[in-house]
C-alpha cells in the first residue's frame, strides 16, 4: 500500500476509520511497519551535500560535560568565537558565567543591529497533515477541526492583519500536499505580496524546482524547524509520513537557497531530545551553509515544546528559561550577524527581557489556529476555525507589542527591503 492511500482515510475526515486506527496502532507498536527514516521517497529530491554528515559527525562527537569553567572563560575573552568556543559556551560549565554571556550576546547585538526589532505575524492557512509526529498538533491521528482556507479567505485574513500595521507575514500550513499542494501555497504567496513587503513560508520541505516556484510566486524565506538532529530520537517521534525521512528535512534550508529564497532560518524543537547537542547542531548547520553560500540571510529561532490537543504521548526534556537564555546568548557570541527569532512560545516578560540581550525578531498578533484572525482581531464572533497548533504564551497584539518595544527603548522594525522592478 502506498504511502497516500495510508493516508486517504483520515485527510479528509473528522474521524479515525477502524483502518486507520488498526494503522496508528501498528506503528506505534511494531516498529517493523515503519520504514527507514534514510529511505527517500520516489518524489523527492536527493542533492550533492556534506554537510549533514558533516554537522551530525560533530554533534555525536560533542561532550558538553568535557568543557570546564576554563573553558567557558577563554571562549568569552576572545574577539571570535570559534566552533569550539560555541560548543564550551553551550555547556553546564557555562551556566555560571549567563550573567557574563549576556553581556557579551548584548554587546554583539547591539553593533550588528543596533537596538532594533522586526515584528512579524504567522498566519496558519491549513492544519491537515499526512505525518504522525507524536507530539504535533496537527499530527494526522490527532482528533481535531481541520480547516484549510479558500482563496478568498486567505485573503480576508490578510487583509485583517495588514490593517493592523504588520508588513511581514510568515504562511504555514500542516504537511499535506494533498490538502496544501505547492500551487495552493503559491496562489497564497501571490496574495501575501499584495499586502506585505516580506513573506515568509513554513511548509513541508519540497523540492528545488518547488522553491523556485514559490520564489517566483512573492516568497522571500524559508523556515523549517530539523525539529531534532538525533537520528535515533528523530525516527521515535517521526512515525508515518514524507516528515520521516530525515535527510530530506535536512536539506530543505539548502534546497531552498538552490531555488533563489533570499534567506532561510533553522531551528530544533528544544525538549524533544538533548538540548545542549539540538542547540549545537543547529547552529553548525547554520554555519556551515554560511560558509557555502554567504550571500544569503540567515536566523535561528529557539522554540521550546508547548502542550497541544490531546497530548499524551510526549514527555519534554525540561528547558527552563535561563537554559534558553544561555542558548540563545551562545547563539548571538557564536554568529553576531544572524538574526535570531523569539516566538509567542515564550512568555511576555521573557521576550521583553531577551530584545534587550539576543534577540532580533518576534512574532504578535499571534493564533495558529485557521482562519481566526478576524475574530482576534476585531473582537468579533469566531466563525468555523480549523484547531491550533499549539498553545501560545504571550498574546500580544501588533500595537501592543509595538508600544511595548518602544517603551522598553527599542526600535520596532516593519520592513526594512525596498523593491525595484
Do not use: W
Not at 12 to 32: F, W
Not at 141 to 162: Q, T
Not at 203 to 216: A, S, W
Not at 317 to 335: G, K, M, P
Amino acid at each position: 500500500m502506498s504511502e497516500n492511500k495510508h493516508n486517504d482515510f483520515f485527510v479528509d475526515s473528522g474521524k479515525l476509520s477502524e483502518a486507520a486506527l488498526n494503522r496508528k496502532h501498528s506503528l506505534e507498536n511494531d516498529p517493523s511497519s515503519r520504514t527507514s527514516i534514510y529511505d527517500y521517497l520516489p518524489t523527492q529530491e536527493k542533492i550533492e551535500s556534506d554537510i549533514m554528515d558533516k554537522v551530525i559527525s560533530e554533534m555525536n562527537e560533542y561532550d558538553y560535560n568535557s568543557y570546564t569553567d576554563m573553558d567557558v572563560r577563554r571562549a568569552l575573552r576572545k574577539e571570535t568565537c570559534s566552533v569550539e568556543d560555541f560548543k564550551a559556551l553551550l555547556s553546564p560549565a557555562a551556566y555560571p558565567h549567563l550573567s557574563e554571556m549576556a553581556e557579551r550576546a548584548k554587546f554583539e547585538t547591539s553593533k550588528h543591529f543596533g537596538n532594533t526589532v522586526y515584528i512579524f505575524t504567522p498566519l496558519y492557512i491549513a492544519n491537515y497533515c499526512e505525518n504522525y509526529c507524536i507530539y504535533c498538533g496537527f499530527n494526522c491521528y490527532n482528533d481535531i477541526a481541520r480547516k484549510k482556507l479558500s482563496h478568498d479567505e486567505i485573503e480576508h485574513e490578510m487583509k485583517v492583519i495588514a490593517d493592523s500595521g504588520i508588513e511581514e507575514i510568515l504562511m504555514l500550513t500542516g504537511e499535506s500536499k494533498k490538502m496544501s499542494s505547492i500551487e495552493y501555497i503559491g496562489d497564497a504567496c501571490k496574495l501575501a505580496s499584495k499586502y506585505f513587503k516580506n513573506v515568509g513560508v513554513e511548509i513541508y520541505p519540497v523540492n528545488v524546482k518547488d522553491y523556485q516556484y514559490l520564489h517566483e510566486c512573492g516568497c522571500d524565506y524559508v523556515t523549517v524547524f530539523q525539529e531534532t538532529y538525533n537520528a535515533e530520537k528523530y525516527e521515535t517521534l517521526h512515525l508515518l509520513g514524507h516528515k520521516r525521512v530525515f535527510p530530506y528535512r535536512f536539506e530543505a534550508q539548502e534546497r531552498a537557497i538552490l531555488g533563489g529564497m533570499r534567506g532561510v532560518g533553522f531551528s530544533a524543537l528544544l525538549g524533544l531530545s538533548d538540548y545542549h547537542k539540538d542547540a549545537f547542531a543547529t547552529a553548525l548547520h547554520l554555519y556551515y551553509l554560511q560558509r557555502k553560500y554567504p550571500y544569503v540571510e540567515y536566523s535561528l529561532s529557539c522554540p521550546r515544546l508547548r502542550p497541544i490537543i490531546n497530548n499524551e504521548k510526549i514527555n519534554p526534556l525540561d528547558v527552563s528559561e535561563s537554559v534558553l537564555c544561555q542558548i540563545l546568548c551562545a547563539y548571538r557570541i557564536f554568529l553576531p550577524y544572524v538574526g535570531i527569532t523569539v516566538s509567542s512560545r515564550e512568555t511576555k516578560r521573557f521576550r521583553n527581557g531577551i530584545v534587550k540581550i539576543a534577540a532580533t525578531k518576534v512574532s504578535a498578533g499571534v493564533s495558529t489556529g485557521i482562519g481566526d484572525h478576524e475574530a482576534k482581531y476585531t473582537h468579533t464572533e469566531e466563525k468555523d476555525t480549523g484547531d491550533e497548533q499549539f498553545e501560545i504564551a504571550d498574546t500580544r497584539s501588533f500595537n501592543d507589542m509595538y508600544g511595548d518595544l518602544s517603551g522598553e527603548g527599542m526600535q520596532p522594525v516593519l520592513n526594512d527591503y525596498l523593491y525595484v522592478g
